[in-house]
């Protein structure tokens, strides 16, 4: 073999050689996920039973792989087609082959944080926080219309949604529904403190009391300074044997969100959640009340008023009263401004 042939044979290997060297570097470690000109971070989510291929077929629908050859390549290699495992995983801008696949074969998913707050309806409950989950709306509604499941956590199945204290959690995806509801009770006994329990039972209440009528407090004013003399007002009432008089709850019992103004026909639907009929408080909560709220009530301001009303300037307050004379001046105010408002039902 000449020189010239033997410069020329290891040239060419050298050069086959450094060509391979550098495919495989892109394959396992140059960027290959999410490089659609995007910068956040995707949640591949990986339901039970799924496979290699419909895995393939989220990642290319969402436009979120740039060389599908040079991903199933290595996919192989590592056997993740025979190794798919269920959860949510999140997948980072410019990843490469080799890290997004070693998480996904593990099956290191990431926890996502959830959040719910002021929802009215448990069916609202049920349906929004169910399906952020892999078990979805209705595994969650069968557990909580469940009375034994709720008497588990010392609920009806009324009041079984003031286990759920509004507030961002971090839960897995494929976390289970019994699970879900453990956690949440976990939450619940660490919000009730000795500290709040002895306070709900200075004020002659009970803990789902308490959170019934913060409900009632959050429904009415979303002011954190004013919340503690609203909640002053329904315990006067309560202690007085007073009807609570409550809009939101008739409002609640109307199941009619959009109403503004109340019309005296309304305030005689027949409903336990009617405070205008029925003496004392409703039968569950109208919302998922604050963990701030609940506190509102537990510190009640102490004061002598028994009736409050919209400010009429709509500053976002209430005008308080002690004796009805007053709030029947301060509530035709009222009456009037929302009138020139054209604000009629």
Request: net charge positive; glycine share 4%; with cysteine.
């Amino acid at each position: 073999m000449s020189r010239n042939l033997q410069i020329g044979l290891f040239l060419t290997v050298s050069i086959l050689l450094t060509t391979f060297t550098f495919y495989f570097w892109q394959v396992f470690r140059s960027p290959n996920l999410l490089v659609q000109d995007n910068d956040k971070t995707f949640a591949l989510l990986i339901p039970k039973g799924a496979t290699f291929e419909s895995v393939m077929d989220t990642l290319k629908t969402h436009k979120v792989i740039n060389d599908e050859t040079s991903f199933r390549f290595l996919a192989k290699m590592m056997k993740y087609p025979e190794r798919v495992k269920e959860g949510r995983y999140e997948i980072k801008p410019k990843m490469g082959n080799r890290e997004a696949l070693v998480k996904l074969r593990s099956g290191s998913q990431d926890a996502m944080p959830v959040t719910f707050n002021s929802m009215r309806q448990k069916s609202d409950l049920i349906q929004r926080l169910g399906s952020k989950f892999e078990f979805g709306p209705d595994a969650l509604g069968k557990l909580l219309n469940d009375p034994a499941t709720c008497q588990k956590f010392g609920f009806d199945t009324t009041t079984i949604v003031c286990l759920f204290l509004p507030n961002t959690y971090e839960f897995f995806w494929t976390i289970k529904p019994e699970a879900l509801l453990e956690r949440m009770g976990s939450e619940y006994k660490k919000f009730w403190t000795p500290e709040r329990q002895a306070k709900a039972k200075a004020l002659g209440l009970s803990q789902t009391q308490t959170q019934i009528l913060a409900s009632i407090v959050a429904a009415e004013t979303n002011k954190r300074d004013e919340q503690p003399r609203v909640a002053g007002v329904y315990l006067n009432r309560l202690k007085r044997g007073i009807k609570l008089e409550a809009d939101p709850t008739v409002i609640f019992a109307l199941r009619d969100f959009t109403i503004r103004r109340l019309l005296n026909k309304q305030l005689t639907v027949d409903s336990p959640y009617n405070t205008y009929r029925y003496a004392g408080l409703p039968p569950g909560p109208i919302n998922l009340p604050a963990p701030g709220t609940i506190d509102a009530v537990l510190n009640a301001e102490q004061h002598d008023y028994l009736y409050f009303v919209v400010n009429a300037s709509f500053n976002g307050y209430h005008t308080f009263s002690k004796t009805l004379a007053e709030h029947l001046a301060n509530a035709r105010l009222y009456q009037q401004a929302l009138t020139r408002m054209q604000i009629m039902k």
